[in-house]
């Protein structure tokens, strides 16, 4: 019943609407109402004269800047607003609506209805109610008018009563940020979510923190997670998204035995709250049992209609047996060559009729939608043909597009990478038991090295130590260093603490590696670790000379994040220095002293 009043309303307040602002009078409108409008009602003329007047009083009227013109409500023994000429107790008051009018229905109707110079006015009127903008974009979104719904939402937080209405404006947050992802505005985005965190009222400061976290999740920067969440904690201590958010954080970190506890921990404290989602308090008791399985389940199940194909991938690579030999040859110069056989040769054709994309590149170099954009038809070929997996040229494409996808989610390892990386390191050991020159250019090995390298990438959250065992067995083949594997490995040591090893990767720099700038920030940590402090400001001197953004990114603390978005960065551009921030900025922190040491250095530059 009510559902049918409320489509019954809508349909009365839309075509309501138009006829005020044809010329905005009263008196047609109750015209309209007896003659038409009451055909939308099932002809109930009692209803639509007693809707009338209601409706009127919250219209915005243009020539009246905007504002209402609402009406007296009459005493009952008065003439009834609807201009029927009948005393009020017997005409709309005496009528009882079948369920509520909203107050900001009009407001909503006519921003949804407005366009151009009209809306412009009307928002910076500044006398749209709050919720009346919110729904209109939320109608805005979902028919596909995405600049529209933007303008809607940046109007709401010009509004002075937003911070009056928690709910609706945290729902206003979450929408307009997805708004800008969507349109590519990321530093829009990022201009928005600081300028709550700097000054919006501490409800909102906790979820646009929820938003940094994740963000430096995403982009690896897990110092500046850290301190997202705890600030985030401190705000909004009973938040139930908090719970999902530690766990996963601290999987990032390496720590999936506390990542358990703590999800334990967040289903003990969220049960005692009065009137929390029980399926929620479901997935927590899960994430306490199996932390990482339960994010990867739901991380896939989350991918819509991409779900049922990516959960029979998996199954398909854990189940698949994986091929122990790799065809190999030595050329005239006897140098190792893994050239394709005639099987190989002609899966992959197969598999380029599903999988299009043009260059796979390197995780982080090409937008996930370039290689995903079709990527319900080459995984359903793939479940299809599962001896596919026996061609190193569809499994580098693959691995490729899962650590796109994928490879900074540590939760991934386990359904997709784990038996990928069996596979290679079979491989691999082929390769390591002939004992010979393994070079890049050389047939197709760069196909194994790019294998490599994908795994590398996806494997460095999931499984550190394993990632960093096949960087170094690849770097010991590729004495060139072609896939420029000593600046992960450098990072992998300092991770752990390795610091004899990570300088005889940084000392002495071969001449082609004099300008790497990764190799160059990890090299001065190197030297302030070891005590070395000559050496230590020299190779600040260097690192400045090469990119004078470097230091400084390095030092601060929450500088504005950098969003690089073509598939390389200039050398010596403040991208450059972001993408090292963000790998090595990590262990700085964790170095003692270090970013002290750094701060007071850069006094001299």
Same mark, same amino acid.
């Given at each position: 019943?009510?559902?049918?009043?409320?489509?019954?309303?809508?349909?009365?307040?839309?075509?309501?609407?138009?006829?005020?602002?044809?010329?905005?009078?009263?008196?047609?409108?109750?015209?309209?109402?007896?003659?038409?409008?009451?055909?939308?009602?099932?002809?109930?003329?009692?209803?639509?004269?007693?809707?009338?007047?209601?409706?009127?009083?919250?219209?915005?009227?243009?020539?009246?800047?905007?504002?209402?013109?609402?009406?007296?409500?009459?005493?009952?023994?008065?003439?009834?607003?609807?201009?029927?000429?009948?005393?009020?107790?017997?005409?709309?008051?005496?009528?009882?609506?079948?369920?509520?009018?909203?107050?900001?229905?009009?407001?909503?109707?006519?921003?949804?209805?407005?366009?151009?110079?009209?809306?412009?006015?009307?928002?910076?009127?500044?006398?749209?109610?709050?919720?009346?903008?919110?729904?209109?974009?939320?109608?805005?979104?979902?028919?596909?008018?995405?600049?529209?719904?933007?303008?809607?939402?940046?109007?709401?937080?010009?509004?002075?009563?937003?911070?009056?209405?928690?709910?609706?404006?945290?729902?206003?947050?979450?929408?307009?940020?997805?708004?800008?992802?969507?349109?590519?505005?990321?530093?829009?985005?990022?201009?928005?979510?600081?300028?709550?965190?700097?000054?919006?009222?501490?409800?909102?400061?906790?979820?646009?923190?929820?938003?940094?976290?994740?963000?430096?999740?995403?982009?690896?920067?897990?110092?500046?997670?850290?301190?997202?969440?705890?600030?985030?904690?401190?705000?909004?201590?009973?938040?139930?998204?908090?719970?999902?958010?530690?766990?996963?954080?601290?999987?990032?970190?390496?720590?999936?035995?506390?990542?358990?506890?703590?999800?334990?921990?967040?289903?003990?404290?969220?049960?005692?709250?009065?009137?929390?989602?029980?399926?929620?308090?479901?997935?927590?008791?899960?994430?306490?049992?199996?932390?990482?399985?339960?994010?990867?389940?739901?991380?896939?199940?989350?991918?819509?209609?991409?779900?049922?194909?990516?959960?029979?991938?998996?199954?398909?690579?854990?189940?698949?047996?994986?091929?122990?030999?790799?065809?190999?040859?030595?050329?005239?110069?006897?140098?190792?060559?893994?050239?394709?056989?005639?099987?190989?040769?002609?899966?992959?054709?197969?598999?380029?009729?599903?999988?299009?994309?043009?260059?796979?590149?390197?995780?982080?170099?090409?937008?996930?939608?370039?290689?995903?954009?079709?990527?319900?038809?080459?995984?359903?070929?793939?479940?299809?043909?599962?001896?596919?997996?026996?061609?190193?040229?569809?499994?580098?494409?693959?691995?490729?597009?899962?650590?796109?996808?994928?490879?900074?989610?540590?939760?991934?390892?386990?359904?997709?990478?784990?038996?990928?990386?069996?596979?290679?390191?079979?491989?691999?050991?082929?390769?390591?038991?002939?004992?010979?020159?393994?070079?890049?250019?050389?047939?197709?090995?760069?196909?194994?090295?790019?294998?490599?390298?994908?795994?590398?990438?996806?494997?460095?959250?999931?499984?550190?130590?394993?990632? %960093? #065992? $096949? /960087?170094?067995?690849?770097?010991? &083949?590729?004495? @060139?260093? =072609?896939?420029?594997?000593?600046? +992960?490995?450098?990072?992998?040591?300092?991770?752990?603490?390795?610091?004899? %090893? #990570? $300088? /005889?990767?940084?000392?002495?720099? &071969?001449?082609? @590696?004099? =300008?790497?700038?990764?190799?160059? +920030?990890?090299?001065?940590?190197?030297?302030?670790?070891?005590?070395?402090?000559?050496?230590?400001?020299?190779?600040?001197?260097?690192?400045?000379?090469?990119?004078?953004?470097?230091?400084?990114?390095?030092?601060?603390?929450?500088?504005?994040?950098?969003?690089?978005?073509?598939?390389?960065?200039?050398?010596?551009?403040?991208?450059?220095?972001?993408?090292?921030?963000?790998?090595?900025?990590?262990?700085?922190?964790?170095?003692?002293?270090?970013?002290?040491?750094?701060?007071?250095?850069?006094?001299?530059?």
């Amino acid at each position: 019943m009510l559902a049918n009043w409320v489509d019954q309303l809508l349909g009365f307040a839309t075509k309501a609407q138009a006829v005020i602002h044809q010329d905005e009078q009263y008196p047609e409108l109750t015209r309209w109402a007896r003659r038409e409008g009451a055909t939308l009602l099932g002809d109930d003329v009692s209803l639509a004269q007693a809707l009338t007047p209601l409706l009127w009083n919250q219209t915005p009227l243009v020539r009246c800047g905007f504002a209402c013109e609402p009406l007296a409500p009459p005493a009952v023994d008065e003439p009834c607003w609807c201009d029927s000429g009948k005393r009020f107790d017997r005409c709309c008051g005496a009528v009882t609506l079948p369920g509520p009018v909203p107050s900001h229905l009009m407001w909503m109707l006519s921003l949804q209805e407005w366009r151009g110079e009209r809306l412009r006015r009307a928002l910076l009127s500044l006398k749209a109610p709050t919720q009346a903008l919110l729904e209109a974009a939320i109608i805005s979104v979902e028919t596909g008018q995405l600049g529209r719904a933007q303008r809607l939402l940046e109007a709401f937080f010009q509004l002075d009563e937003w911070e009056a209405t928690p709910e609706t404006s945290e729902s206003a947050f979450e929408l307009l940020t997805d708004v800008y992802h969507e349109r590519g505005f990321t530093r829009k985005k990022d201009a928005f979510v600081d300028d709550i965190v700097d000054r919006g009222p501490n409800f909102l400061k906790g979820a646009a923190l929820e938003r940094v976290c994740l963000a430096f999740m995403d982009s690896d920067d897990l110092s500046g997670a850290r301190d997202a969440f705890l600030k985030a904690l401190k705000l909004i201590p009973d938040a139930p998204s908090l719970a999902y958010i530690e766990t996963m954080l601290l999987l990032h970190e390496g720590q999936p035995q506390e990542a358990g506890e703590r999800a334990g921990f967040w289903a003990r404290r969220l049960k005692r709250q009065a009137g929390l989602d029980e399926e929620y308090l479901d997935f927590l008791e899960q994430l306490a049992h199996a932390p990482a399985d339960t994010l990867a389940e739901q991380m896939i199940y989350s991918e819509e209609e991409l779900a049922e194909p990516l959960a029979m991938l998996s199954t398909v690579l854990m189940e698949y047996p994986p091929v122990e030999e790799l065809p190999l040859s030595r050329n005239e110069c006897g140098t190792l060559m893994y050239l394709p056989t005639a099987d190989h040769t002609a899966d992959y054709t197969q598999w380029r009729q599903y999988f299009t994309a043009d260059d796979v590149g390197e995780p982080g170099k090409n937008a996930s939608s370039d290689l995903w954009v079709d990527a319900l038809k080459w995984l359903d070929g793939l479940c299809e043909h599962p001896d596919w997996l026996a061609t190193p040229a569809i499994l580098q494409e693959l691995t490729m597009a899962l650590a796109v996808r994928f490879g900074n989610l540590p939760w991934m390892m386990r359904p997709f990478f784990e038996p990928i990386a069996k596979q290679f390191e079979l491989w691999l050991g082929c390769i390591e038991q002939e004992q010979g020159v393994f070079s890049w250019e050389e047939g197709d090995n760069d196909i194994i090295y790019q294998l490599g390298l994908g795994l590398i990438m996806g494997m460095e959250r999931g499984d550190p130590l394993r990632s %960093k #065992a $096949l /960087s170094e067995r690849l770097l010991s &083949l590729d004495k @060139q260093d =072609d896939l420029g594997l000593r600046e +992960v490995l450098l990072e992998q040591h300092l991770r752990q603490g390795e610091d004899d %090893k #990570a $300088l /005889s990767l940084v000392d002495p720099l &071969l001449p082609e @590696q004099s =300008d790497w700038l990764g190799l160059l +920030v990890g090299r001065a940590l190197v030297f302030y670790r070891l005590g070395r402090m000559d050496e230590a400001q020299g190779a600040l001197s260097l690192i400045h000379q090469h990119n004078p953004h470097m230091l400084t990114l390095l030092a601060r603390a929450n500088p504005k994040r950098e969003h690089n978005e073509a598939h390389s960065v200039a050398p010596g551009s403040r991208g450059e220095a972001w993408q090292y921030r963000v790998l090595l900025r990590g262990q700085w922190l964790a170095t003692p002293g270090a970013i002290d040491w750094l701060k007071r250095a850069l006094k001299r530059f």
